[in-house]
């Protein structure tokens, strides 16, 4: 690895991409809360959060700075890389829920921050928003080709969190639909579903577009709702749609029992998790996060997700927890 960067000025964040996974799910939290200050845990601040997480520093040496964008996911998901490596020995210290891409992009070129989780699908969209990779594999050889020579990318998590096509438990039941289930198998029953979603979702190759194109499904119709926030997930719930797209690691999943397919030709692209790092870390912190890597997968990331925005459990004791009963602490 090289040695750390020299610093350099952040830039003014300017408004993500729509397809930005990062910026879809701060706009679904935050509409969340104000449909439902109940539900205002799942995108709170988090123990251990830093009082100044845009404050400008390079990272002491010796020292990994974790940072995470400002939706309770990426929070977790910072905890379980921080706790990993203290674990190693590293030293850790945490900025959490900073922002969208465009600011903690700048910081972990500048070195204010030299772990964040990431989504590979989303960065290279960031990065290059013509891009179109057939596999995840080339999702990451493109990240690496665009990346500010700065930083790089570790190795892929196979748990994605990315636009799906989502049924109801009514759907599946109706239809015979089980986990196993691709979106082909509902195409036949097209003109009987409703599918609920954004605007974009409908216009979109990566929506109603390619389902039609790659699946061969055209619903009854389409009702304009939101990016998986509240308003999709009630219509889900209430039959006001028999399908929809919702993220795959949202709670809702867990505790409406809806049912995902599969979607074996990729429509919706690759949104694997993984370690987003400044050269400067040690490679004590490439193999512990690589390691960590191995074992997330997307059940295992709903389920941890759910602890948090279900349960409501502190998300520095859910990546504890977890981490420990999988030998990683």
């Known amino acids: 690895m090289s040695t750390e960067p020299e610093a350099e000025t952040v830039t003014s964040p300017t408004k993500t991409p729509w397809h930005s996974l990062s ?11 104000a449909a439902a200050a109940p539900l205002m845990a ?3 601040s988090s123990s251990g959060k830093d009082d100044n997480p845009l404050g400008g520093k390079k990272a002491a040496a ?11 996911e990426s929070t977790l998901l910072a905890y379980l890389y921080g706790e990993t490596l203290k674990s190693k020995g590293v030293k850790v210290t945490y900025k959490l829920q900073i922002g969208t891409r465009e600011t903690t992009y700048g910081l972990l070129k500048n070195g204010t921050v030299t772990v964040l989780p990431e989504f590979n699908g989303s960065l290279l969209s960031y990065l290059d928003k013509s891009a179109v990779p057939a596999t995840a594999a080339e999702t ?4 690496k080709a665009k990346l500010d020579p700065k930083l790089t990318i570790l190795n892929d998590a196979s748990a994605q969190d990315q636009d799906s096509l989502t049924v109801n438990a009514q759907t599946a039941a109706k239809y015979h639909l089980t986990s196993s289930s691709t979106i082909a198998d509902l195409a036949k029953y097209g003109k009987d579903i409703v599918i609920g979603g954004s605007s974009e979702f409908q216009t979109r190759q990566q929506g109603l577009v390619g389902l039609k194109s790659d699946y061969g499904l055209v619903p009854k119709s389409y009702k304009t709702l939101d990016s998986g926030g509240p308003l999709t997930e009630a219509a889900l719930k209430k039959n006001q749609v028999q399908a929809a797209d919702i993220f795959t690691t949202d709670p809702t999943i867990t505790s409406a029992k809806f049912l995902t397919l599969q979607d074996p030709k990729h429509l919706f692209g690759f949104a694997n998790v993984v370690p987003l790092v400044n050269k400067s870390v040690g490679q004590t912190t490439v193999g512990a996060l690589n390691s960590l890597s191995a074992k997330l997968d997307t059940p295992t990331l709903l389920k941890l997700d759910s602890e948090v925005q279900l349960d409501k459990k502190d998300p520095l004791d859910v990546a504890r927890t977890w981490l420990k009963s999988q030998g990683l602490s």
Do not use: E, M, P
């Open 140 to 143: 990451d050889q493109q990240i």
């Open 42 to 44: 799942g995108c709170s």
């Open 62 to 72: 010796g020292t990994v700075v974790v940072g995470s964008n400002n939706f309770s």
């Open 23 to 33: 910026y879809r799910k701060v706009a679904a939290c935050a509409l969340t809360v």
